[in-house]
């Protein structure tokens, strides 16, 4: 079977660093390391009924969550890549407490957060998951990396993205020169150009949110989630309701066929008064992707999700995100 020619993720990182004479090279080699750091747990992940790594590590997180095996095996992964190889000066992960520091004498000029394995309730019922990573430019100017390098806004991204461990495997990311999606082909070990300059549909028809949590939010947000259920022939309504509880794949659906996922504010857990979802690695990053693709992302308190100020590594954020107009008018909404 003669294989598609197909561009290889490497080919597209390259020609991209074509078009800043000024690149040194480090991002590329930052992207490279991530790539292989999701080859590597996309083999673990495609065999987890098999290998001792289905269930629960028997730790919890500095979120008070109870931490999966597979959780660890993605962060042990991607720290372990990244530590040494001289493009970072300090990293943030969702299962680490504090900033973790690199080797000494290989600070680089980056930082990177990350959510190692989003979705981690999934992981037992073989439902998609993913690992989802933000790339800024450090703002010290040399040695070792400080929180300060971490806490910056989302706008100021140089690179972000996700990659889904589902039917496929894919890596979907930009360097602020749209979004572009590549599907491994685990035969060759090699991840194609599938889904160039993806676009998100500026209107869509599904909605994603955890409906459970309905008595929990603020009446606006109610009121919002009835408007699209509510019948009118002309703004296609109501909208299909999806949620899979894996941020990585509802986001992911919304970025290809259209679509608004919450996870608004609710009174749940007094622990957690600014929604569940984490600025740092979570919201910012796919912030970024989403409005390369021509979508938007609020916090439903008035802020764009890009111009919030990190204050904490894993402070929490309420995540309004999808197709433009419908983030538009669920914004009109939480608004009151
Ligand atoms: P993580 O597995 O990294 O902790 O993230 C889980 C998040 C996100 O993936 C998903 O959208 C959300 O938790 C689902 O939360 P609920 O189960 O409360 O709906
Ligand atoms: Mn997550
Ligand atoms: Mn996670």
Known sequence: MNRPLGITVHRHIMDDQRLHPEATGDLTGLLNELIVAGKTISAEVNMAGLADILGQSGHTNIQGETVQKLDDYANTTIK???????YICAMA??????????????????TIAFDPLDGSSNIDV?????????????????????????????????????????SSTMLVFSTGNGVHGFTLDPSVGEFFLSHP???????????????????????????????????????G?????RYIGSLVADFHRNLIVGGIFLYPLD???????????????????????????????????????L???????????????????DVDTAEKFLAG
């Open 80 to 86: 372990r890549r990244l530590a040494g190889c001289g």
């Open 93 to 110: 992960s969702e299962e680490d407490a504090d900033m973790i520091e690199v080797p000494a004498g290989t600070a680089g000029k980056y």
């Open 126 to 166: 073989n439902v998609s998951v993913g690992t989802i990573f933000s790339v800024h430019r450090r703002r010290s100017a040399s040695g070792m990396g400080e929180e300060a390098d971490l806490l910056q806004i989302g706008r100021d991204q140089v690179a972000a993205g996700y990659i889904i461990y589902g």
């Open 197 to 235: 300059n993806i676009r998100i549909p500026e209107r869509s028809r599904y909605f994603s949110i955890n409906e459970g949590n309905y008595r929990y939010w603020p009446e606006n947000t109610r009121r919002y989630v009835e408007y699209l259920k509510d019948k009118d022939k002309e703004s």
């Open 237 to 241: 309504r109501p909208y299909s309701a």
């Open 267 to 305: 009174n749940k857990n007094p622990a957690k008064p600014s929604g569940k979802l984490r600025l740092l690695y979570e919201a910012a990053p796919l912030a970024f992707l989403v409005k390369q693709a021509g979508g938007r992302a609020i916090d439903g308190e008035g802020h764009d999700i």
């Open 307 to 325: 111009d919030i100020v990190p204050t904490e590594l894993h402070q929490r954020v309420p995540l309004i995100i999808g197709s433009r107009q």
